[in-house]
Every structure is written in C-alpha cells, then in structure tokens.
C-alpha cells in the first residue's frame, strides 16, 4: 500500500472543547504521522471555498457558518492508505451512527458539529491540502 497524505481538520466544536490534543493522539496511536499543522480561522468566504463541492446541499450555508465560527486545527496526516485511515479513525459522519472508539462517536456532537474533517479521495486530499499548506510547511 502507498504511503498518503490526508488533510484533516479538528473543527471548532472540538477546538473550543480542549480536544485538539486527544484528537492527534488518536491520529498517532493509529500509525499517522502529522507532517503539517497549524490553528487558524477561517472567514466565511474561505469556509464557502473550502466546502464548494457541498454547495448545493441544503446543509451548506450552515456548515459555513459553523467552520467559521471559531479556530480550527489543521493538519496533513501522513502514512500508509492516510485517507482510508484516517476515515476509519474518524468514524461516519453522523457520530450517532460511528462505531465505538472512533473520534465522532466519543467526541462528535450531531452530523454537523461532528468534530473532525477528512479528505475522501487522493484527488480532494491534494486539492484541500493545498488550500492551507505551502510545499516548504510540509515536513
Ligand atoms: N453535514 C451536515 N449535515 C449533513 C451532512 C453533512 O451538517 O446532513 C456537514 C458535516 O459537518 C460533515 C460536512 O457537512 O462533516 C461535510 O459532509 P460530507 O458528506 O462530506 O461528510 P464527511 O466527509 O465530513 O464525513
Ligand atoms: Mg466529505
């Protein structure tokens, strides 16, 4: 299997509630390695950016609303098959549907505060990494 790279983003109901730090040890505990990060806010517009593949979806506008409401934590998560990975760690989107132990079942808190972002494909994961790391801030 090859070794990937995934953006993730700890979102802001997780970043108010002192989470970032048990969210990465469970990204480590499963063999990714962080190779990027930072915390910053999005503005709207930046969120509307990010998530334009949803914005036709009824849940857009306030999607946006929230992943602007405050800081989030991203970061490139590196290893091998990264994307499966990290979707197995994070569990599905609607954390009262996650299985047990992944990060939106013990952390999540509905299908839209559900504490974790994760690229879905190689293609998205190149394109969303790009969107908040330059080259030289990937190590
Ligand atoms: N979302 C929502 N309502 C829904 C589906 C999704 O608010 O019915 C939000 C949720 O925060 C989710 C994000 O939109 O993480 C992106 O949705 P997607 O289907 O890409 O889910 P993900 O890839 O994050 O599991
Ligand atoms: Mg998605």
């Known amino acids: 299997m090859a070794i990937e790279r995934t953006l993730s983003i ?3 109901d997780a970043v108010g509630r002192n989470l970032i730090g048990e969210i990465l040890r469970k990204f480590e505990a ?6 990027a990060g930072k915390l910053l806010r999005l503005t709207p517009e930046r969120a509307q950016a990010f998530y334009a593949v949803h914005k036709a979806r009824p849940f857009f506008q306030g999607l946006c609303e929230y992943m602007s409401s405050g800081a989030i934590f991203v970061s490139v998560l590196e ?3 990264a994307i499966a990975r990290n979707r197995e760690v994070m569990g599905a989107t609607d954390p009262a549907k996650a299985a047990p132990g992944t990060i939106r079942k013990e952390f999540g808190q509905d299908i839209e505060q559900n504490a974790v972002h ?12 790009a969107f908040f790391f ?4 990937i190590l």
Not at 30 to 35: H, N, W
Not at 134 to 137: F, N
């Open 79 to 81: 290893g091998e098959n």
């Open 10 to 12: 700890v979102k802001p």
């Open 118 to 129: 994760g690229s879905d494909a190689p293609e998205t994961a190149a394109m969303e990494i």
């Open 134 to 137: 330059k080259p030289d801030e």
């Open 30 to 35: 499963a063999g990714l390695r962080i190779a």
